[in-house]
């Protein structure tokens, strides 16, 4: 935040009432909330992460299935279907088209 005039008024809600107060006597403590707000998402973000594993691991543990998804820690069998089939074709997509190269050059 970049302000010039800091002796400009301004008006805070302290404690449910309306107060005057001046820009560089409010702005030194609304840059400490901003900054006890980011540590508060940091904090609260590192406490979802371990809960989200807990519960992988609770669902492993007991073998808990959402309907719908697949098991934590296996593989969805339609993927690998479809990037077997996948790795399959890009592989004979060169040969397919050096072998189309080789009958032109026949030609």
Not at 17 to 23: D, Y
Request: with cysteine; hydrophobic share 35%; proline share 4%.
């Amino acid at each position: 935040m970049c302000i010039r005039d800091r002796s400009r008024k301004c008006w805070r809600l302290v404690g449910g009432v309306l107060v005057e107060r001046t820009v560089g006597e409010v702005l030194p403590a609304i840059k400490e909330n901003v900054e006890n707000i980011d540590e508060l998402l940091t904090k609260l973000d590192k406490m979802h992460d371990e809960k989200e594993l807990e519960m992988v691991e609770f669902m492993k543990k007991y073998n808990i299935v959402v309907k719908g998804q697949v098991a934590p820690g296996q593989q969805d069998p339609n993927k690998s279907k479809k990037s077997v089939e996948g790795a399959e074709a890009e592989a004979a997509a060169p040969e397919a088209s050096e072998a189309a190269a080789d009958k032109e050059e026949a030609k």
